[in-house]
């Protein structure tokens, strides 16, 4: 099993629709969780951390389930420039121990 | 965004040549981190450094080798390239809580090397 497993889409959702991923994670000591996204061809960005209690920036929510051992992003009222590669990030114990998830690719459709 | 810049953008190289790959921060950030980004898989730590002259291997190290100097330059040379380096090539930084106000392990990435090796 992965460390770090992410459904690669793409997934394929028209303008002002809501969207959900999710990332499932095997180390139950992972401490850090973060989302990013990443254009084609472009570096990866931060999008926002993962905390227990849940977190909102904007239309964005991201949310960590650590008896699942998940965690979620939730995009709402999706726009065309939403239309990226969404990575999870799960930090499992110091700098080393980072795992980057393979990324679920979403395409917002005018 | 952070001040972080890659060089080369883009390189061609022969097999069994001699790579160096130079990523530079302006943000004074004491982490730095080198990661390869393939098909398939998710970026993957080759090495990290957590001050001047001091660097660990991540889960990619054979092959390559880092070196930091100063606070605002880290270094990945591939001694002796192949194929299987064929790849982009990112460097990331982070810095310590308290000091920005995030959490550390925050990481902010330059605008990669593409790196191909025949």
């Known amino acids: 099993r992965k460390e770090v497993e992410q459904d690669p889409g793409p997934f394929n959702v028209p303008e002002g629709a809501t969207v959900a991923f999710n990332c499932t994670y095997s180390?139950?000591?992972?401490?850090?969780f973060f989302w990013y996204r990443q254009d084609c061809r472009k570096e990866p960005k931060l999008l926002m951390s993962v905390y227990s209690s849940g977190n909102e920036d904007g239309r964005f929510t991201a949310q960590l389930n650590r008896a699942s051992q998940y965690i979620s992003l939730l995009i709402r009222d999706s726009k065309l420039s939403d239309s990226a590669t969404y990575l999870c990030v799960v930090f499992s114990g110091g700098y080393q121990k980072v795992t980057f998830g393979t990324g679920t690719k979403l395409q917002v459709i005018p | 965004d952070a001040g972080i810049t890659q060089s080369p953008r883009h390189k061609v190289t022969e097999t069994g040549t001699p790579v160096t790959l130079r990523c530079h921060q302006t943000?004074?950030?004491?982490?730095m981190y080198w990661y390869r980004q393939d098909p398939g898989h998710g970026l993957r730590l080759i090495h990290y450094s957590y001050g001047v002259k001091d660097t660990d291997k991540g889960e990619v190290s054979d092959g390559y080798s880092v070196s930091r100097s100063k606070t605002e330059d880290f270094l990945l040379t591939l001694e002796s390239a192949t194929s299987s380096q064929t790849s982009v090539y990112f460097c990331?930084?982070?810095?310590?809580?308290?000091?920005?106000?995030?959490?550390?392990?925050?990481?902010?990435f330059g605008p990669g090397t593409r790196l191909t090796v025949t």
């Open positions: 180390n139950s000591a992972s401490q850090s």
């Open positions: 943000e004074n950030h004491r982490y």
């Open positions: 990331a930084i982070s810095d310590r809580p308290g000091t920005s106000g995030g959490s550390s392990y925050e990481q902010y």
